[in-house]
């Protein structure tokens, strides 16, 4: 039974024009999940319909154009609005001292900058970093101390590597102390 009505759907939506649903879809505007509501289908069938016959789908925004959202209009005042950039900066420090120094903040740019802001490892540069996962190169601890924030002991990785540094840790540690002596005999 279920089969012969999803068939019957099927003839119905087959025996509709293309023009029948580029009408509802692009010139009324209508959603998916209506037009579906309209011709007792999922919005899924619609979908399908529509990419099957080359009927362009609306973006994201496209498809919410017009929703009011249930903030727009109000504003915060300025004492909640500073209320809530303190509770903000608050965990946000408060996160961040759990695991380094504030001094490793100061020299992570110089750490970037004495490394070309490139990845040590694969030669990743900070600009195809950002574009690829749009953050910055990372820097890592050689030694896996994140206390021990001498020049020396830090050395800047993309993403990618410093995960992959987290396992066979011995030979990552020998292998970023190899760089880093090799960086200091070059620069004396």
Request: hydrophobic share 25%.
């Amino acid at each position: 039974m279920l089969n012969l009505i999803s068939n019957n759907r099927n003839k119905f939506l087959s025996s509709q024009s293309r023009l029948f649903f580029y009408n509802l879809y692009i010139k009324k505007k209508l959603s998916t999940y209506k037009i579906g509501e309209l011709l007792k289908v999922t919005p899924q069938c619609i979908y399908e319909y529509l990419k099957r016959h080359n009927i362009k789908l609306k973006s994201f925004s496209e498809c919410h154009e017009g929703c009011i959202s249930g903030f727009k209009g109000k504003k915060h005042t300025k004492e909640a609005k500073l209320k809530n950039k303190l509770a903000h900066l608050k965990d946000y420090h408060k996160e961040r001292n759990n695991y380094y120094p504030n001094i490793f903040y100061q020299i992570r740019n110089d750490i970037k900058e004495r490394d070309n802001y490139t990845c040590q490892c694969c030669g990743l540069t900070e600009q195809e970093h950002i574009f690829k996962l749009g953050h910055g190169l990372n820097i890592h601890h050689i030694d896996y101390n994140k206390q021990n924030c001498n020049k020396i002991n830090l050395i800047t990785t993309c993403h990618s590597c410093n995960s992959k540094a987290n396992f066979n840790r011995d030979y990552w540690y020998a292998y970023y102390t190899y760089i880093i002596e090799n960086y200091i005999k070059e620069n004396k």
